[in-house]
């Protein structure tokens, strides 16, 4: 079956960038996205790519794909307190979204 | 409009107990979702409604029934549970069930965090 795996922590300063990052195995993904969740709340999107890019840019957000190595990346440019949550990468095929196990970002001040 | 509303935010039953959660959204969207979410886990599926169809049932429990009365409402009925499904339940709707017109963005609720004594 399809498989996201992500790193589980990350620990930045405020101010630095953060990177966060994701493979998955499934080839006939079309899209793939990254979410947010804070503490006890719903995920948010961030922002997603479609599997024929490699590289979208949304003010702060970078997202990187090597779609050959099944590897998306996160960059979060000067990252703030604020962006303390857990972070989901997501693959698509068809339908159904598949997420990753979600990696904790902490920003310290 | 650009949310969805779950109700209610928190429940405590018990193992005899009859329950509903719900879920509501004024986006027009024709696909919603269930999602269960334990604790420092991601959310994992369980029931998508296609124009007000149930498409996909990932294998639930029968002690989880879902329910889709209109295409803006979304509920999960719950009888007889398990401490085991304490957890986060998080609905979900998009536009379309596919990727075949574009990205399939999920809006979630905040979820309902239910507890099972």
């Known amino acids: 079956g399809e498989d996201v795996e992500q790193s589980l922590f990350l620990s930045v300063r405020e101010g630095d960038s953060s990177v966060i990052n994701c493979t998955y195995t499934?080839?006939?993904?079309?899209?793939l996205y990254w979410y947010k969740q804070e503490p006890g709340a719903g995920l948010q999107l961030l922002t997603y790519?479609?599997?024929?890019?490699d590289m979208k840019q949304d003010q702060r957000l970078t997202v990187l794909l090597n779609k050959k190595d099944k590897h998306l990346s996160l960059r979060i440019a000067d990252t703030q307190t604020g962006d303390s949550a857990i972070y989901f990468c997501?693959?698509?095929?068809?339908?159904?979204?598949?997420f990753g196990k979600g990696t904790m970002l902490l920003v310290s001040p | 409009d650009t949310e969805v509303t779950q109700t209610p935010k928190h429940l405590v039953m018990g193992m005899t107990n009859k329950k509903s959660l719900k879920c509501e959204q004024h986006?027009?969207?024709?696909?919603m979702y269930w999602y269960k979410q334990k604790a420092k886990k991601p959310p994992e599926l369980m029931f998508v409604?296609?124009?007000?169809?149930?498409?996909i049932n990932e294998s639930v429990p029968s002690r989880f029934s879902p329910e889709c009365p209109n295409s803006s409402l979304l509920n999960l009925h719950l009888h007889a549970l398990q401490p085991e499904d304490s957890a986060l339940y998080l609905c979900?709707?998009?536009?379309?069930?596919?990727?075949?017109?574009?990205?399939?963005?999920?809006?979630f609720g905040a979820g309902s965090r239910l507890t099972v004594l």
């Open positions: 790519i479609f599997s024929n890019m």
């Open positions: 979900a709707s998009s536009q379309e069930a596919t990727t075949l017109s574009g990205a399939n963005v999920l809006t």
């Open positions: 997501a693959d698509e095929g068809y339908s159904t979204l598949t």
């Open positions: 986006m027009g969207h024709r696909a």
């Open positions: 499934d080839s006939s993904s079309t899209y």
């Open positions: 409604y296609s124009y007000e169809k149930l498409s």
